[in-house]
């Protein structure tokens, strides 16, 4: 901010007004009444955005000084994003299969379909029977709106009967972790 006028600035209040104002922080190094911003002196005030839920979010920072047509607002916009996943299919059944035999493979396609960045942590083999399955995958640490990669499950059961498990996905979406069934039977 640059005080173009020919006399100090006199600014009483430097505030976030409107309907978002808990999304944004404003820092400043300008001077308050009594002090006041000498002429062709500047200061600066950051504004950052730190959104609390997804979509379009608004406010303004309203400088309240002795200028003409005080307060001065600077509209401020931004868009919340977040990721999210889908998973196509969500349960993978194997049917019967001898034990100690590889029993084929399948896969899952993992799609983000949020307005964020997915960040994974960790896809791993997890449930009762996780020696029963095996996974690997061709996703990266993190995936753009719109794009995905696939998991690919092979069972292999241990033991005769029923056998169950779960591609477990942990990540940075908000209904983590993401769960895709397994079932198969060893004969």
Not at 80 to 102: C, D, E, H, I
Request: positive net charge.
């Amino acid at each position: 901010m640059t005080n173009s006028g020919a006399a100090p600035l006199t600014i009483s209040s430097i505030s976030l007004t409107g309907a978002n104002t808990g999304d944004f922080n404003q820092t400043n190094n300008c001077p308050l009444s009594p002090s006041t911003l000498a002429v062709n002196g500047t200061c600066t005030l950051t504004v950052t955005f730190t959104p609390t839920t997804t979509g379009a979010r608004s406010a303004a920072v309203s400088v309240t000084d002795n200028a003409a047509g005080s307060p001065q607002t600077v509209s401020l916009t931004g868009a919340g994003t977040a990721p999210a996943v889908s998973l196509s299919p969500t349960s993978l059944s194997f049917g019967n299969r001898k034990v100690g035999k590889n029993g084929g493979t399948k896969s899952v396609q993992l799609t983000n379909t949020g307005t964020g960045t997915l960040s994974i942590g960790s896809i791993a083999i997890t449930g009762a029977n996780p020696a029963d399955f095996t996974q690997t995958d061709n996703c990266a640490s993190s995936i753009n709106p719109g794009g995905g990669c696939s998991i690919s499950v092979r069972f292999r059961p241990t033991a005769t009967g029923p056998r169950s498990g779960a591609v477990t996905i942990t990540d940075n979406a908000s209904d983590s972790p993401q769960q895709v069934l397994l079932t198969g039977t060893g004969t």
